[in-house]
């Protein structure tokens, strides 16, 4: 069964630091991106953070601040995030987009709750 299981989140002060990760398991994902959404209460869905073969994305909001990587041969994805804010709070979702297709198309992860207390 191909799946992606997220951890890492919690609750953790303004200035601190969290390291998400993202397990992904029943395939190999190597060619395919691997993002990082989060969604805050009462707001849409974001893109945070994204890598594949072209290189890195970083919503406005965490450039800086974040950083993600990838093993390709653990078949895992990491969102180290430093300097949090309240405004960080929210659903973090880890996922995978085939090549040459979008996240809409891919597999996600059931997501792990961030709560960055001011």
């Known amino acids: 069964q191909v799946q992606l299981v997220e951890s890492g989140g919690g609750l953790v002060q303004t200035g601190g630091s969290l390291r998400l990760s993202c397990a992904a398991s029943g395939r190999t994902f190597s060619t395919y991106a691997m993002g990082w959404f989060r969604q805050a209460p009462g707001m849409d869905l974001e893109r945070v953070a994204a890598?594949?073969?072209?290189?890195?994305y970083f919503a406005n909001s965490v450039k800086g601040r974040f950083t993600i990587s990838r093993d390709n041969a653990k078949n895992m994805a990491y969102l180290q995030m430093n300097n949090l804010k309240p405004e960080d709070t929210g659903v973090y979702y880890c996922?995978?987009?085939?090549?040459?297709?979008?996240?809409?198309?891919?597999?996600w992860g059931q997501g792990t709750q961030v709560t960055v207390s001011s």
């Open positions: 996922a995978v987009a085939p090549p040459g297709s979008d996240y809409s198309q891919g597999i």
């Open positions: 890598i594949d073969y072209r290189g890195t």
